[in-house]
C-alpha cells in the first residue's frame, strides 16, 4: 500500500518521535508521513470494508475474500498507480481464472493441475504489461486449483477482484489523493544549497597559484553533487506522476510553483560536469595554473561565485534574477581569450574552463 520509503535513520514510527501518541499528534498538527500514512490507512480500512460489505450484503457473492483484499493493495502512493494498478490486477487475476478452469476441466490430477498452472502462470506473469501484479497469473490459479474452486465460481472470483481493485482505485483518487509538492520543493533547496556551495568551493580552486591538494575533496564533492541532481530529476518524475488523474493537482501543494526552478538547477549539471572536467585536467598539468593570468582566473573565479549567488537565489526564492555583472564579467573573459598575450597553453587551460561557465550563464538566463 505504501510505495514511499523514509529517509534513512528514522525511526520506526517516524523521523524523531518516539511514542506512538507523540506519532499520532504530530500526524494531526504537521503535514508530513505520518499523517500520509495515517491518511493511506484509514482509506485502505474504508475500501476494504466498503468492497466486502458491497459484495456480501449488495451481490451476495460466497466467500468474496478477494475483493477487500484487492482493495487495499490498490490503495497506492499516487491515483495514477491505483489505476494502473486496477488494470493489471483485474487482468493477471484473469489470466489466473482462465488458466485455473481450464486446467481444473482438461487435468483430472489436481496435483498435476496445480504444478501446470503456477508454471504457467508464472511466465505469463512475466509480461511486462502486468507490471508487479504478473505474479498473481500464477497465484490465483493455485489458490483456485489448491481450494477446488468450482469452475460456476470462477467468475465470482474474478468479479470480486475487479470490484475490490475498483473501490480501492477510486477511494484513493476521491478522499484526500494523495499529492507530495513538499518533495520537489526540498530536493530543489537540497540541490541549490549544494550547487551553490560547490561553485564557490571551485571558484577558490581557480583562484590558487599552484594545483590544489584537495582535489580528490573537491571531486567527492561533485560526486555528492551529481547524487542531488539524479535525486532532484527522480522528484520531478514522482511529482508529475502524483498530479495524474488527481484531483487535486491544482492544489498549492501540488508543486508546481517548484517545477522551473527545478528543472532549471537539473539543466546547469551538464555544464557543471564539463567544467569538472576541464578543471581537473588542468590540475595535471601544473603550467595551466601556473601561467594563466593572475587577473584572468580572478575574473573567471569572481564569475563563478556570481553564478554561484544567482543558483543560490532560484533555489530559496524562485524569483528571476539579475545576471547583468556575470555577463560583463564573461565578455571581459572572451576578451582576453581572443587576445592572448601569455601563450597558446594558458589560453587553452582559460578556455576549456571558460566553455562551461558560458553554458552555465545562458541556461540561467533562460531562467
Same mark, same amino acid.
Given at each position: ?15 524523531? *518521535? ?46 468474496? %475474500? ?6 487495499? %493493495?490498490?490503495?497506492? $502512493? ?16 484473469? $489470466? ?6 481450464? $486446467? ?47 469452475? *460456476? ?12 481493485? =475498483? ?15 513538499? #518533495?520537489?520543493?526540498? =530536493? ?47 522528484? +520531478? ?14 492544489? @498549492?501543494?501540488? &508543486? ?5 526552478? !527545478? ?7 551538464? @555544464?557543471?560536469?564539463?567544467?569538472? &572536467? ?11 595554473? *601556473? ?18 549567488? +544567482? ?5 530559496? !526564492?524562485?524569483?528571476? +534574477?539579475?545576471?547583468?555583472? &556575470? ?28 566553455? @562551461?561557465? #558560458? ?9
Amino acid at each position: 500500500m505504501d510505495q514511499t520509503t523514509s529517509a534513512a535513520g528514522d525511526d520506526i514510527l517516524g523521523q524523531g *518521535v518516539r511514542t506512538p501518541l507523540g506519532w499520532l499528534t504530530r500526524a494531526f498538527r504537521v503535514p508530513g508521513r505520518e499523517r500520509y500514512v495515517l491518511v493511506q490507512a484509514a482509506k485502505a480500512t474504508l475500501a476494504a470494508t466498503g468492497a466486502w460489505l458491497l459484495a456480501t450484503s449488495v451481490l451476495h457473492l460466497p466467500q468474496p %475474500f478477494l475483493a477487500p483484499y484487492a482493495a487495499v %493493495f490498490l490503495v497506492e $502512493a499516487t491515483v495514477y498507480r491505483s489505476v494502473r494498478g486496477w488494470a493489471q490486477q483485474v487482468g493477471a487475476v484473469a $489470466a489466473g481464472v482462465v488458466l485455473a478452469g481450464v $486446467a481444473g476441466q482438461l487435468i483430472p490430477w489436481p496435483a498435476v493441475a496445480l504444478g501446470l498452472v503456477v508454471f504457467l502462470g508464472l511466465l505469463a506473469g512475466s509480461w511486462r504489461r502486468f507490471g508487479e501484479s504478473g505474479i498473481w497469473v500464477g497465484v490465483t490459479g493455485m489458490l483456485l486449483i489448491a481450494y477446488g474452486t468450482p469452475t *460456476v465460481l470462477l467468475g465470482d472470483r474474478l468479479i470480486e477482484t475487479a470490484l475490490g481493485a =475498483a473501490i480501492g482505485a477510486l477511494v484513493n483518487a476521491l478522499v484526500y489523493p494523495p499529492l507530495f509538492g513538499q #518533495r520537489i520543493a526540498a =530536493a530543489a533547496g537540497r540541490l541549490a544549497t549544494a550547487m551553490a556551495a560547490f561553485l564557490d568551493a571551485t571558484a577558490g580552486l581557480i583562484r590558487a597559484e599552484e594545483p590544489p591538494d584537495d582535489v580528490e575533496d573537491w571531486l567527492g564533492e561533485a560526486r555528492e553533487l551529481r547524487s542531488l541532481v539524479t535525486a532532484a530529476a527522480d522528484a +520531478v518524475r514522482q511529482t508529475r506522476e502524483e498530479r495524474v488523474l488527481n484531483l487535486r493537482r491544482r492544489h @498549492p501543494r501540488s &508543486g508546481h510553483d517548484h517545477d522551473r526552478r !527545478t528543472e532549471t538547477l537539473i539543466e546547469l549539471w551538464p @555544464p557543471i560536469e564539463q567544467l569538472v &572536467g576541464a578543471i581537473r585536467t588542468a590540475s595535471q598539468h601544473e603550467e595551466t595554473f *601556473v601561467l594563466p593570468w593572475p587577473d584572468a582566473r580572478a575574473a573567471l573565479a569572481d564569475l563563478i561565485e556570481t553564478l554561484g549567488d +544567482v543558483v543560490r537565489a532560484v533555489g530559496t !526564492t524562485g524569483h528571476p +534574477v539579475d545576471l547583468d555583472h &556575470g555577463r560583463a564579467l564573461l565578455a571581459e573573459l572572451e576578451r582576453r581569450l581572443a587576445a592572448p598575450d601569455d601563450g597558446v597553453t594558458a589560453a587553452l587551460g582559460l578556455g576549456a574552463m571558460t566553455l @562551461p561557465v #558560458r553554458h552555465l550563464l545562458e541556461r540561467l538566463g533562460r531562467w
